[in-house]
């Protein structure tokens, strides 16, 4: 069974740095991209870029670049999302998931995972 | 690029059908058959529920139904039941975005 575990909630300050992450189980975690979703509290869904865990290779959406870093590290199958300094607009529900490509192109998603709840406020 | 435009709301009765429009422009929802739909009960995570348009992975009621036409695409729910009130958001392929769009986001309500 295809399954992505995420971190638990998180609540930090402004400024500070955070790190949460994404453990995929059940299938082969360096042949598929995993993806990391927004939704901020009452909101949509938005893209914030995708990542390979086999060579780490990225795409950043363009709102999200330089405000977030993601990572992998394949021997444990766990992808991570990663900020230096957040701020309160940075408060949001965050999934992962696993993107089905096809030509380079996402096609749709197919797993998700649980979600992480960030909250930043002083 | 904006968002899918979605309604808001929607609602229906039990089993009555409701269909939920998601419309974008030749650039997305209308040059390419990616369009996905996802659906999202309260506090838990999306979960896919039809993708290319109008395919439906393992386990999907048939109840539920994709088609599209133009650069609009519609999910059709079909024999309303009380577990279908919950967000419905539509995907598609964005041609030189390669991370896609989703809808706004349509909120379902079984009356």
């Known amino acids: 069974e295809v399954q992505l575990v995420q971190s638990g909630a998180e609540v930090k300050k402004p400024g500070e740095s955070l790190r949460i992450s994404c453990k995929g189980s059940?299938?082969?975690?360096?042949?598929?991209?995993v993806g990391w979703v927004r939704q901020m509290p009452g909101g949509g869904l938005e893209w914030m870029g995708i990542i390979y865990p086999r060579d780490s290779d990225t795409t950043y959406s363009p709102s999200f670049q330089g405000h977030v870093t993601f990572s992998a590290d394949k021997s444990i199958n766990t992808a991570y999302l990663h900020w230096n300094s957040l701020k309160a607009s940075d408060t949001a529900m965050f999934y992962c998931?696993?993107?089905?490509?096809?030509?380079?192109?996402?096609?749709?998603?197919?797993?998700w995972g649980q979600g992480t709840l960030v909250t930043v406020s002083s | 690029q904006s968002a899918l435009t979605q309604p808001p709301s929607a609602s229906g009765s039990p089993g009555q059908s409701v269909t939920i429009s998601c419309t974008g422009t030749?650039?997305?929802?209308?040059?390419?058959?990616?369009v996905s739909w996802y659906q999202q009960h309260p506090g838990k995570a999306p979960k896919l529920i039809i993708y290319?348009?109008?395919e439906r992975p393992s386990g999907v009621p048939d109840r539920f139904s994709g088609s599209k036409s133009g650069n609009t695409a519609s999910l059709t729910v079909s024999g309303l039941q009380a577990e279908d009130e919950a967000d419905y958001y539509c995907?598609?392929?964005?041609?030189?975005?390669?991370?896609?769009?989703f809808g706004g986001g349509t909120k379902l309500t079984v009356l």
């Open positions: 059940g299938y082969t975690f360096t042949d598929y991209w």
């Open positions: 998931a696993r993107p089905i490509m096809f030509r380079g192109i996402i096609v749709n998603i197919d797993f």
């Open positions: 030749s650039s997305d929802v209308g040059g390419y058959n990616y």
């Open positions: 995907g598609s392929y964005a041609g030189s975005n390669n991370l896609g769009l």
């Open positions: 290319e348009v109008d």
